[in-house]
T-cell receptor, first 109, second 113 residues
């Protein structure tokens, strides 16, 4: 059973376009993380959100944690080829972290 | 600052051979440690996690085992590898007091032939 569902699974867009990735669950998490991963490398942490309704910005990336702490979104403004990669969300419950199914993003120059 | 190391980076092993992957963390004490396996371009499957020396929790019954002989060392092993053990193995740590975030190692690519 997949605790966290990400959508879309694959996304291919032109440079300069905006996009949103969603991470949804029926479970409540104490926190939620977003990671970006390059092929053959470990995931790199982008952000951790803890409070329901919290919004964090990292340059052109905006992360939001749902009010009920069950879901999250990642919005990228004016995407660039360097944003290409696999985006993973992960929810923390106790000592464990539950990962989403991943969104593979390709930004075409 | 904290760092996490994994080795080897790449491994090619025959079916039926043993396996030992090592993960070490520097710059922190009493971390929670995790082993994941990742299929190509997909999410992570938790294999084992440990909250202390000698304490291992297994999430998926399989051909693999884990051990934590020292506070900042986590080892993934197998006595006899299967073809289905091929994959990308990731080690991660989180703080024991602030468990909100995990940090990942560079990963080990395992190919079983």
């Amino acid at each position: 059973t997949q605790l966290l569902e990400q959508s879309p699974q694959f996304l291919s867009i032109q440079e300069g376009e905006n996009l949103t990735v969603y991470c949804n669950s029926s479970s409540v998490f104490s926190s939620l993380q977003w990671y970006r991963q390059e092929p053959g490398e470990g995931p790199v942490l982008l952000v951790t959100v803890v409070t329901g309704g919290e919004v964090k910005k990292l340059k052109r990336l905006t992360f939001q944690f749902g009010d009920a702490r069950k879901d999250s979104s990642l919005h990228i403004t004016a995407a660039q080829p360097g944003d290409t990669g696999l985006y993973l969300c992960a929810g923390a419950l106790g000592n464990q972290f539950y990962f989403g199914t991943g969104t593979s993003l390709t930004v075409i120059p | 600052s904290q760092t996490i190391h994994q080795w080897p980076a790449t491994l090619v092993q025959p079916v039926g051979s043993p396996l030992s992957l090592e993960c070490t963390v520097e710059g922190t004490s009493n971390p929670n440690l995790y082993w994941y396996r990742q299929a190509a371009g997909r999410g992570l499957q938790l294999l084992f996690y440990s909250v202390g020396i000698g304490q291992i929790s297994s999430e998926v019954p399989q051909n693999l085992s884990a051990s934590r002989p020292q506070d900042r060392q986590f080892i993934l092993s197998s006595k006899k590898l299967l073809l289905s053990d091929s994959g990308f193995y990731l080690c991660a740590w989180s703080g024991d007091k602030s468990q909100e975030t995990q940090y990942f190692g560079p990963g080990t690519r395992l190919l079983v032939l």
